[in-house]
């Protein structure tokens, strides 16, 4: 038999060249093969890259300090261990914690000889004199010791509240001539004539739930203490209650936010458990801000929608700059009302900051793009701080001098990073984002009454987004509606430096009062001095 070269030497030369035909042919597809496998990992390792970022930043979220800065320090971010935390704190950066309680608010006068400020002189005292006994009198000599004045130290105290009742007395008269009149002195005016409320306790109980995010069931327990049933219900009639003698206040507060030419507007989630929409589903919480400092106006407006026609319905009017996020809807609102968009830095910040969470925690102490933007980014703000108080023609000149050169440097290098970043990618997102708000961005250069960002807008929210972490859902529309009526009072009071306790108080009293448009006017809350 031909051994298998001898095979070869008898194979005609067209059965040769089919065969080498063949081998290509096989070559290619193999190579086709491992051509489509090789983009089938690169494609796994790609979403596993984003999974690992997606995870990242979901860990940071739950379980890392939520400021975004980007460094923390140490101990700040404890939750537990607070006090051990801060005193380790205090015990490295060498300072000895201070013993006494200090003055939130003081004038000059109170201050003493050694520039030690004392307690607030706005509160009241309660003076406890300590005097010798009549034996500790006695000298030695045989006299008498005689007072010749007295050293005077001070303790902060905390009387604790207590639930008291007013009497209301309407004392009746009648004459003694005639015996036919009869008159009896008229009760004043109240807010909420069918209830036994007084204007300090709903001022309370208003204050605790929209300042300082009490829920009504603690608010509820907390009275049983005093020895008083006050149901959650009760409550919560008194709040929906307390809307329709405030509606004029908003109705104004609503006018002047929308003839004041520059409005930021943000929306946060609330749900609302008995509504025409499924218990599960969100419902929004709208909120504008307005005005400058002294004279702010912060409106909360409850929709079950977060479609374009209802910031259609809360801008209608309005004329000059509407600021916002990246929402797209306000685009289109923008537009149609023939408003001026300005976009936020903050929201831009964060997503470079969601970005760095993205990333092993090997790599988010090295320099990298993420660190390069906030930087950048931080820079612009730091302007915006130092010219904070300045008058309107020196902002505009600094911005012009020193944020408009910052912010072309800022978008050519984020331009060329964006080619070279992957854009599914959290950094390729942050950059796309940057470079398509680039244009509302860069708006608030133009005027200097103008901000850098929606911030007061999401600060007016964190307080509605504290509360919501409490008591987690509203029960009914009604109740959502009233919600947004008294955070609007509430937070624009404290927009301008009014107590918000003694604010309310005196509005609760005075409110059923008012008959005109000038009395109404005179309550609002930057037309009210502080008590």
Not at 122 to 139: D, F, G, S, Y
Not at 158 to 169: D, E, I, Y
């Amino acid at each position: 038999m031909p051994t298998c070269d001898n095979a070869r030497l008898l194979e005609s030369p067209c059965a040769r060249t089919e065969n080498a035909a063949t081998a290509s042919v096989r070559t290619a597809l193999l190579e086709a093969e491992n051509s489509q496998l090789r983009a089938r990992i690169e494609s796994r390792e790609q979403r596993i890259r984003l999974l690992e970022e997606a995870l990242r930043v979901l860990t940071a979220r739950t379980y890392g300090p939520s400021r975004e800065k980007l460094s923390v320090a140490a101990g700040q971010s404890e939750l537990f261990n607070e006090i051990e935390a801060t005193l380790e704190l205090a015990a490295a950066l060498e300072l000895d914690p201070e013993l006494k309680a200090t003055p939130l608010r003081e004038t000059k006068s109170a201050v003493g000889k050694r520039g030690r400020q004392r307690l607030a002189s706005h509160l009241p005292r309660i003076e406890i004199r300590h005097e010798l006994t009549e034996a500790e009198r006695q000298c030695g000599c045989g006299g008498v010791l005689t007072e010749i004045g007295a050293d005077v130290s001070e303790q902060l105290d905390f009387v604790p509240a207590k639930v008291q009742v007013l009497r209301h007395v309407r004392v009746k008269y009648a004459c003694p001539g005639c015996e036919q009149c009869l008159k009896t002195a008229a009760l004043p005016e109240h807010i909420l004539p069918k209830t036994n409320a007084s204007p300090g306790l709903l001022a309370h109980l208003v204050t605790s739930k929209y300042v300082d995010s009490l829920p009504l069931y603690r608010q509820e327990a907390m009275f049983e203490r005093y020895g008083v049933r006050l149901p959650r219900a009760t409550q919560a009639a008194w709040m929906i209650g307390l809307t329709v003698p405030m509606q004029p206040l908003l109705n104004l507060m609503d006018e002047r936010l929308r003839s004041s030419g520059y409005v930021r507007i943000d929306e946060t989630r609330v749900q609302v458990l008995n509504s025409d929409k499924a218990p599960s589903a969100l419902h929004w919480m709208w909120v504008r801000v307005a005005g400058p400092k002294q004279q702010r106006i912060i409106l909360f407006d409850y929709d079950p929608s977060r479609g374009g026609a209802v910031a259609d319905a809360l801008i209608e009017g309005c004329s000059g700059y509407l600021q916002s996020d990246g929402y797209a809807a306000y685009a289109g609102v923008s537009a149609r009302a023939g408003l001026i968009h300005v976009g936020c830095f903050a929201h831009s910040r964060r997503r470079f900051f969601e970005a760095l969470k993205a990333l092993p925690n090997a790599q988010r102490k090295q320099a990298n793009a993420a660190h390069e933007a906030v930087r950048r980014i931080d820079a612009l703000y730091l302007i915006e701080r130092q010219i904070k108080e300045l008058g309107d023609d020196e902002r505009t000149r600094i911005r012009r001098q020193e944020a408009v050169p910052q912010l072309q440097s800022l978008f050519e290098w984020a331009s060329t990073m964006q080619h070279q970043t992957m854009p599914s990618g959290k950094l390729g997102k942050a950059l796309g984002y940057l470079i398509t708000q680039w244009p509302k961005l860069v708006r608030y250069v133009e005027d200097p009454r103008l901000a850098i960002d929606t911030n007061l807008a999401e600060n007016a929210i964190r307080p509605f987004a504290l509360g919501r972490r409490n008591w987690l859902f509203a029960d009914t529309v009604k109740g959502a509606k009233a919600s947004a009526a008294l955070y609007s009072i509430v937070s624009t009071a404290r927009a301008n430096g009014l107590e918000p306790y003694a604010y309310l108080r005196r509005l609760f009293a005075e409110l059923p009062k008012a008959k005109t448009v000038e009395d109404f006017e005179a309550m609002l809350p930057f037309n009210t001095a502080p008590i």
